[in-house]
């Protein structure tokens, strides 16, 4: 595990792959910005904010649980993470 877990994620392209939302799912484009709770991407339809808890995402060819990963960009960068 780590990878893109433990890298910068702005400007990368993300897919939204599962969502309690269901309008979420396959949203795709570039990070904007990262809080602790949020993600947020830009493209074709705007900028979309959505609740890392929620989702899960693909960013390059690793899968990410949304709710592993709710820590300022900092933080997540330095964090060693268990395997699930």
């Known amino acids: 595990?780590?990878?893109?877990?433990?890298m910068p994620w702005l400007?990368?392209?993300?897919?939204?792959i599962e969502s309690t939302d269901p309008s979420l799912v396959?949203?795709?484009?570039?990070?904007v910005d990262e809080t602790?709770?949020?993600i947020r991407i830009s493209?074709?339809?705007g900028i979309i904010t959505m609740a890392k808890n929620t989702i899960r995402f693909r960013i390059g060819?690793?899968?990410?649980?949304?709710?592993?990963v709710r820590q300022r960009p900092e933080?997540?960068?330095?964090?060693?993470y268990r395997r699930q």
């Open 61 to 68: 060819d690793e899968e990410i649980e949304g709710s592993r």
């Open 75 to 80: 933080e997540r960068i330095g964090k060693r």
């Open 26 to 31: 396959g949203v795709f484009g570039k990070v």
């Open 36 to 38: 602790k709770g949020t």
């Open 43 to 45: 493209n074709s339809s």
């Open 11 to 16: 400007s990368k392209d993300v897919e939204v």
């Open 1 to 6: 595990m780590g990878g893109m877990m433990n």
